[in-house]
């Protein structure tokens, strides 16, 4: 007879519902006078974001993606928002007004995707289970890789750094922009010692093998490596954490096997240690030794009242964007797709949405630079309007689906380090520009092509089964 599982009151989904609960009664408290719409929707919000914790969060999930897309959605669609809106009810963090009727508007379509996503999701992943307990996946591992290959990976990754770090160091302070050699070569090249250390590294502890000290050494060179070229004085924090967070569920498995603990580390992580490090990543001259306790609190507190927690901000400005012009029919997902192309040959290729809203806030408002967010949800709404947020929640949702599928093959030791990285990534995606997140991730995917290209490499093995047939002895008749 199955039983019901007891429920956990302390447990970490609990007391994320709660503080949700406790957030949404506090803001209705403080916003009562804005009108009823406002709370409304407001309540809306609340309920598909409490929906979407309970159905499409799952503790059987093959990859913390659905983790990232509820952090996402509670961080910057609700906690950011209410906060902002509390403290400054006449302006938003982008420089636009506050709109009664836009700001309800801008959170029933925030309900709307959330809602949308928890049905797609939902829906997916029965169909998964269904498929894998129809055809359940072998369950042995790949071979482990050869002393050769893993010496050739190295080599590799200490020439790429030795040759193009200089490079990228001396551009730190005047790259303003994304560009095609840029993505080649900070985002694919640069990236190859990190993609080899996070395969290396769970082949190391989940192939049981023993750890010897060539490994090791190996391991250690990698991260010195990674150390080098990922650090919060030459990339921001979008590219240190889906890294430094993939690196930990590789290293520490035991630790971070449960659901749980991963959701307290991603919850964490995007609270607190996201908004610390921008003391570094925002000002490359700051010493670790001159950081105060106070500083760095100070720094939490009013990341939420800065420009980063623009996100909400900006669905609001696509709202008002396609009330006054209407919607973009796929012009924004076109440069999108083909954001590989380069403007000088697509002379009318479309601008990077963060810098389409930008310029409509300059004109119309007092925006001063153009390096905004632009989530996936005022994507899809500037495109094709809320049909255009249902269909990008329901890919959203085919996107998890598919990494929690890739997490689970065990056919190569790449599937399982791409799919963890690609899920705290999930979180750049989510936030935007669409564009850019597209560029960036097609460069992380060709970097784990090249270094389990390296790491899969036979050599040495021909060489190994000759020598065991020359060292049989022969028999005498």
């Known amino acids: 007879m199955r039983t019901k599982a007891p429920i956990q009151f302390l447990s970490i989904r609990v007391l994320l519902a709660l503080f949700i609960v406790l957030l949404e009664l506090i803001f209705i408290n403080s916003m009562a006078s804005a009108g009823v719409e406002f709370v409304v929707s407001s309540v809306a919000v609340t309920v598909a974001l409490l929906i979407q914790l309970r159905f499409a969060v799952r503790t059987t999930a093959g990859s913390p993606a659905d983790m990232v897309v509820f952090i996402f959605n509670w961080l910057f669609l609700d906690l950011a928002p209410k906060v902002q809106l509390m403290s400054m009810p006449q302006r938003l963090i982008n420089t636009s007004t506050v709109a009664v009727d836009r700001v309800a508007l801008t959170n029933l379509v925030c309900a709307l995707f959330m809602v949308a996503f928890t049905l797609f999701y939902g829906f997916l992943s029965k169909r998964s289970e269904a498929e894998r307990r129809m055809d359940p996946a072998p369950a042995t591992s790949p071979q482990e890789f050869t002393g050769g290959a893993v010496g050739l990976a190295l080599i590799a990754c200490v020439c790429v750094v030795g040759l193009l770090a200089p490079s990228a160091y001396a551009s730190i302070e005047n790259a303003v922009a994304a560009s095609p050699a840029s993505l080649i070569l900070k985002r694919c090249l640069l990236f190859l010692p990190s993609a080899t250390l996070l395969i290396l590294l769970h082949e190391t502890v989940r192939s049981g093998r023993k750890l010897t000290f060539s490994r090791t050494c190996v391991l250690l060179v990698l991260l010195l490596l990674v150390l080098i070229t990922e650090n919060p004085y030459t990339e921001k924090r979008n590219a240190l954490g889906p890294l430094y967070t993939a690196l930990l569920l590789m290293a520490f498995p035991q630790v971070f096997s449960t659901w749980a603990r991963r959701m307290w580390l991603l919850v964490s992580g995007m609270v607190l240690v996201f908004p610390a490090i921008a003391i570094f990543t925002h000002n490359h001259r700051q010493a670790v030794a001159d950081v105060s306790l106070t500083q760095v609190s100070d720094q939490i507190v009013d990341h939420y009242f800065s420009i980063n927690y623009d996100s909400w901000a900006n669905i609001y400005t696509a709202v008002e964007?396609?009330?006054?012009?209407?919607?973009?029919w796929g012009h924004q997902l076109l440069g999108s797709?083909?954001?590989?192309?380069?403007?000088?040959?697509?002379?009318?290729?479309?601008?990077?949405?963060?810098?389409?809203?930008?310029?409509?806030?300059?004109v119309n408002y007092s925006m001063w630079f153009t390096n905004l967010s632009t989530p996936l949800i005022a994507e899809g709404y500037?495109?094709?309007?809320?049909?255009?947020?249902?269909?990008?929640?329901g890919v959203a949702a085919v996107v998890v689906t598919l990494l929690n599928k890739i997490a689970r093959r065990s056919t190569r030791w790449v599937w399982y380090p791409m799919a963890v990285y690609g899920a705290v990534f999930l979180m750049i995606v989510l936030r935007g520009s669409l564009m850019i997140?597209?560029?960036?991730?097609?460069?992380?995917?060709?970097?784990?092509?090249?270094?389990?290209?390296?790491l899969s490499v036979k050599l040495g093995v021909r060489h190994r089964v000759a020598r065991r047939i020359v060292a049989q002895p022969t028999m005498v008749s």
């Open 321 to 328: 964007i396609v009330k006054v012009h209407g919607v973009q």
């Open 337 to 362: 797709l083909l954001f590989f192309v380069p403007s000088a040959l697509w002379t009318t290729k479309p601008l990077a949405t963060g810098i389409f809203l930008a310029d409509y806030l300059i």
């Open 382 to 393: 500037l495109d094709f309007g809320p049909v255009g947020v249902v269909a990008y929640a």
């Open 437 to 454: 997140a597209l560029g960036f991730a097609s460069a992380a995917v060709l970097a784990f092509g090249l270094a389990s290209a390296m």
